[in-house]
């Protein structure tokens, strides 16, 4: 329900335009001149002024539209103008009108445009909540969020940020791990020493322990020369160790000993070398559960999970989808030079139903690409992958019998799974129990939702 201003100076022509609002649930109120215009605008808030051009007064529409755009820029007016006067018409465009109709003037094509400039209206008002929210939230480096699960992680790391312990950093793909690792390490006292990271799933295992701890010359074949391996060049800064789980079980053991060490040899080496780099290590595995099936070192996992910070995954983040889209959007915008200023409504709500399972990075890959599709100012529901158009979340009455709308057994067992699982606040081991399997086969389907 919006509130329109209409001034108009033929009294039967005015209430007949309230009607027609009144009938769409708008609330409405009427004036004859531009100066009353201008006097209730300024002490009452309208969400649209629709305005004749040609007024009785001594202010005409265009002068009543140049002040109301300089007295208040986010309230569109449209202007109504006689048939045949283009020329004012856009004369009231050029000072900031929002549109125009012709008289006579017609109630559908009125109330397209009147719905029009009401939605621009609610879009701009909600960009600019967005962008102050964003303003405050973006206060914790880079990592963006005000919802009630992000703040007590903010508050966590604040909390642990500055000590020597080990950190175990747990979260599905693409929940931003690599941030809080960096988040960590600038909110230590070590911020000035170095940040060295390696993805232990991207190294070949023969290379990791040369990688972590180093090597003489003539080590191995292509050890041409001697290199002090990533310990020693984190010095005393921070070494994060990413995808933890996929390290090899020999592998474990080496880290395991230097860490209680606190010294490592270099591959082809004799003498040990004391480090001092303070470790932080992420994965997206189920660690206990490596643990259980003897793929991961119960000793070494004790001795990384000193700490545990938990990412939640953005499915459980409420509101910080809007505010996350909404940041990626103004620096796709930016980078594609492009004017795209929000995301309407509708596709707004799609972004809040979906269930995301590849957590913020599938967002962030989401916005560019709708970004770059757009043709209008905002996001529209056609600018997102069919993925997300297609979602409906925990909605098991399927309400068509068209054959190409219905989903498939596989689809619906799906949005079933991760009902339970959000009902269980993602805990797994709870939700197999109630869906009737093992852990092992919820893992698997999981994987596999996230494949697609
Ligand atoms: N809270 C956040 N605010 C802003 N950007 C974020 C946030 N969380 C993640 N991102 C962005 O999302 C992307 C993924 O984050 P990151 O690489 O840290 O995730 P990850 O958990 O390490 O993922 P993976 O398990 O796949 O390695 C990055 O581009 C990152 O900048
Ligand atoms: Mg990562």
Redesign the pocket.
Known sequence: MSRILIVEDEPDFAQMVAEWFAADQHTTETCVSGEEALSMATIERYDLILADLNLGGQMDGLELCQRIVAASPDVPVIVMTAFGSLDAAIGAIRVGAYDFVTKPVDKQQLIIVAERALNHRRLKAEVKRLRERIQVA?D?E????ESPS?RRMFDLIDRVADGDMTIL?R????????????ALHSRSRRKDEPFVAI?CAAVPSTLLEAELFGHEKGAFTSATSARPGLFAEAGAGTLFL??LGEMPPEMQSKLLRAIQEKRARRVGGTKETAFEARLLA???RDLEEEVEQGRFREDLYYRINVIQID?PP?RS?GN?VLL?AQ??LERSAQRANKRVVGISSDAARRLLEYNWP????E??NCIEAAVALTQYEQITIDDLPERIRRYRAEDFTVHTANPAELPSLKEMEQRYVLKVLHAMNGNKAAAAKILGFDRRTLYRKLASYREE
């Open positions: 973006q914790f880079e990592l963006l969020g992000m950093i979260g599905e793909s693409g929940t931003g791990k690599e941030l809080v690792a960096r993805n990413d995808e992420a994965t997206n990412l953005l983040r910080d996350l940041a990626f590849g957590n913020v990075r967002l962030e």
